[in-house]
């Protein structure tokens, strides 16, 4: 359940292992605006997202789906939604409606200021607390909004939500990959903060339940879209984790994603412990894996959402002319004008929606001259700046010495701009590797697949 689009994959086990046999995405377009906290807020329409995943359902064959027999769900984290136990949904049928549901606070909101987040107590964890953390969103509700924390009992991110109606369960029971990607988790004694989140009235009853990734959160309630009742379905697991687990990496591999955001992943030491206080300026965290493993990651803020913010504001700018260029017409001739500028001396930070690490970065324009203005040159200089923004978080040396041999290299954003290829290539000293299929829906499936 990502950012801008939901996925669904039917995963079997055949001669040849594991194969996806059938999957479909839906688009959620579930932005809305945030009443609460204006521009700096962002929000999702929960019934717009679980529509997206009905859809994705409904396009399956329903004698494929008869045939399900355990559910893995993943999404993306560090969000937040709010509801009423008992009241989170309503079924008609065979699908699930949301019913007294809050928005989703997405991992992109950015109502938590530097100076907020200071305010707040120090978390005893590893993990550092940013903006779009669900525990700082709580926080933030309790200091400028606390009757609207009145109005629910229960929260998770999107996915746990949804594993949390389809099992009717009276408590959500998430992921310790979750529980880390909110803040105030220790993932070295896998429990919350409590006793500090106690002391500033933080209203610790709706924190969920931690399990291990990969534990069974239950078993659907009702017959789901032809999936029998009494389905076995997963705790609710991280968009990264699964991603790198379903192309099943090496050691020696890093996993590149460039979607809306942009990770750059490595496989931790075996036996590697973080430790129990924050470096809220280091630029690679380290996140709970799978059989206490952990991944170093690299998560940048700024990915395919730089682009997309681009294609927009050339939009925007056209119609202010009195003109109409179709979205879909624009973004595939950027490519094409770029590709025709193999280089440029035009300099773009492209990070326009900070860092964690540096909340209070932004984008900026550098030697600029007149020969370098072209559709072409700021293309090429803007997808230079992308990848570089994240060479500089996780720079080839670091890969080296965690003894990287490969990088496999996926992700929409990825996909569809072979300017971006061509700027991985180019910054990074390591054979890239296209096409392995890096599908968190598969990984999902895959990690309830191999359950013992």
């Not at 989170?88 to 699908?95: H, L, N, S």
């Not at 109409?324 to 590709?339: D, G």
């Not at 978080?393 to 701009?417: F, V």
């Not at 054979?431 to 309830?448: E, F, I, K, S, T």
């Amino acid at each position: 359940m990502g950012t801008t689009s939901v996925k669904v994959a039917l995963v079997e086990e055949t001669d040849q292992g594991p194969a996806v046999i059938e999957s479909c995405t839906k688009e959620t377009q579930a932005q809305v605006e945030s009443q609460a906290a204006g521009l700096q807020g962002d929000e999702q329409d929960v019934r717009k997202i679980v529509t997206a995943l009905d859809e994705c359902l409904m396009a399956l064959p329903r004698e494929r789906l008869q045939g399900i027999c355990r559910i893995g769900v993943c999404g993306q984290m560090h969000g937040i939604v709010f509801w009423k136990t008992g009241r989170g949904c309503k079924w008609r049928g065979q699908r699930f409606e949301p019913e007294e549901v809050s928005h989703l606070i997405t991992w992109q909101d950015g109502r938590c200021s530097s100076n907020f987040l200071s305010s707040l107590p120090p978390p005893r964890s590893h993990l550092s607390v940013a903006t779009g953390f669900g525990c700082a969103t709580i926080y933030w509700y309790l200091r400028n909004s606390p009757d609207f924390l009145k109005r629910y009992d229960a929260a998770g991110t999107i996915h746990d939500y949804v594993v949390t109606m389809l099992c009717g369960l009276a408590r959500p029971r998430m992921s310790l990959q979750n529980a880390a990607s909110w803040g105030y988790f220790s993932t070295a004694t896998k429990s919350w903060n409590t006793d500090i989140l106690g002391e500033s009235h933080f209203p610790v009853h709706l924190l969920p339940e931690v399990v291990d990734p990969g534990d069974l959160a239950g078993e659907t309630s009702c017959a789901w879209h032809s999936i029998p009742k009494g389905t076995k379905v997963g705790s609710a697991l991280g968009d990264c984790q699964c991603s790198v687990y379903s192309c099943m990496p090496e050691s020696t591999d890093a996993v590149l994603n460039i979607g809306t955001s942009a990770q750059l992943t490595i496989l931790a030491p075996f036996g590697f412990h973080p430790g129990e206080s924050p470096d809220p300026r280091s630029p690679v965290t380290h996140v709970p894996y799978f059989d206490s493993r952990y991944l170093a990651v690299a998560a940048s803020l700024n990915g395919g959402n730089v682009l997309a913010t681009f294609v927009d504001m050339l939009v925007e700018w056209i119609a202010e002319l009195g003109l109409e260029v179709p979205r879909s017409l624009l973004y595939p001739r950027m490519i094409q004008a770029a590709l025709a500028r193999a280089e440029t001396a035009l300099s773009v930070c492209p990070t326009v929606f900070g860092e964690r690490h540096r909340p209070e970065q932004r984008g900026s324009v550098t030697h600029i001259a007149a020969s370098d203005l072209s559709l072409g040159h700021v293309t090429r200089a803007l997808c230079h700046g992308v990848v570089q923004n994240l060479h500089s978080m996780m720079p080839s040396q670091r890969l080296e010495e965690a003894g990287a041999k490969q990088i496999l290299a996926s992700g929409s954003a990825l996909s569809k701009n072979a300017v971006l290829k061509q700027e991985v290539e180019r910054t990074y000293p390591f054979p890239v590797v296209y096409g392995r299929d890096m599908d968190a829906a598969a990984g999902a499936a895959l990690v309830m697949l191999r359950r013992k």
